[in-house]
DNA sequence: TAAAATTTTTAGTTTTGCCTAAAATTATTT
DNA sequence: AAATAATTTTAGGCAAAACTAAAAATTTTA
């Protein structure tokens, strides 16, 4: 199926407020992409007519079974993109979203496999959302927050909450990375800090306060 | 400057066009563009009110300054994402011209540069054609075959001309790559094979035939 | 349940980039 | 230099994707 950049932007935007209601409304996607409330009725019907959404005049749309798999060719493009960026590029998490809004486009699935295996496979964005794969499979991922990681336990990093300056900082002395393998060994009741292992580092302590700033997810 | 696409698109072939004649006119660039003449004069009249282009009805047209600066702006990104699809991603040398074509459009400056930055600083792409730098400008290289390189004289290999996969096979096997540093350290009178050092690699004995399918460029 | 408010759709424009056909201009022949 | 040929531009339209304003449908409220 080929589509313009604007249709796959609304495909995706749907797919997004799908994930939080039933039913998605027009004004709601309007919002949603900051246009009027006429050009979403215009691109309704457009989509309509191929055959990627179930639309009922005035009671709401929601992508059907083809809408749901474009949305998620997309997503994926998202974000390895973004996983690009950040990986190789080393830009920062903020800047990546709208350069990778532009590149999601291009839409050459060989492009794609080969970018995903260059990456080496990533299950999961910078951002911390899971990538679906070439198949269009999420992976649900039990993410939480280093500090509740059961010790012991084998995790990935997979973002985290605050990303200031100082934080970056403090991930980059610890050598800490999306993706690094990670294991809590200890912690200290005294001051809730933890001892860790990062995978190819010595093992080092870290503050409560920042094991509740980085995210993990079983492994 | 902001540009749409078709602007792009624009703007670069008629660099390319201008490569080979003064002025460049209606009809030509309706053939390189695939396009009616008409639509031409439209963009013509476009562009000219952006100034970009000194445009004289009827006789022809060729970009200005700003122009140029912008062509180069886009075939810079172009050659960059081509370098990047052939050394990073694996991609085949003939696969990469259309979808640079599109990645080319992403306008982000930061991403170009970190993208340079990331693919090692190249200075010609897969096909052998030079990167303009960050300001626009294009060395210009003595290119050569390698059987031509004079020897001891370091190299670098910038494209080879027969793109089958029985030559990628061998190059594979001596482990020579776009960027390579290459050197001749003796020639065969008998057969014209040549014996070779690649910059990490044992020296090792190439045929005249396969030196004569490889470009190099002067270090 | 009727009126008011909200939401959604329709109708009519605009811009961009393309098209064809016809007119205008320049170049080439004879 | 006049006629013919080629090139280029203009004129008028079309489709996509946006917009505003107004009409229609639904929901809320009194």
Redesign the pocket.
Same mark, same amino acid.
């Given at each position: 199926m080929k589509l313009?950049?604007?249709?796959e932007?609304?495909i995706k935007s749907i797919y997004n407020l799908q994930e939080k209601t039933e039913k998605v409304?027009?004004?709601?996607l *309007?919002a949603f992409l900051?246009?009027? *409330? *006429?050009?979403?009725?215009?691109?309704? !019907? !457009?989509l309509t007519s191929k055959k990627l959404l179930e $639309?009922k !005049? $005035? $009671?709401?749309f929601r992508l059907n079974n083809t809408g749901n798999k474009e949305a998620l060719k997309i997503i994926r493009r998202h974000r390895l993109w973004e996983s690009f960026l950040v990986a190789k590029l080393g830009m920062e998490w903020e800047k990546v979203h709208d350069i990778a809004e532009e590149l999601e486009h291009v839409s050459s699935p060989e492009l794609i496999e080969k970018l995903d295996r260059f990456l080496g496979n990533p299950k999961i964005d910078p951002h911390g959302d899971p990538i679906p794969d070439e198949k269009g499979k999420i992976i649900l991922l039990k993410q939480m927050v280093l500090k509740d990681l059961p010790m012991k336990q084998n995790a990935i990093v997979s973002s985290v909450s605050n990303q200031t300056p100082e934080m970056m900082e403090m991930l980059n002395y610890y050598g800490i990375r999306i993706g690094s393998q990670i294991k809590v060994l200890k912690t200290f009741d005294f001051d809730g800090s933890l001892q860790i292992k990062i995978a190819g580092k010595p093992e080092c302590v870290i503050s409560g306060i920042a094991a509740q700033n980085i995210y993990v997810y079983d492994n």
């Open positions: 313009s950049q604007s249709e932007n609304y409304n027009t004004n709601s *309007a900051n246009t009027s *409330a *006429a050009s979403i009725t215009d691109m309704l !019907k !457009k $639309y !005049k $005035y $009671y709401g």
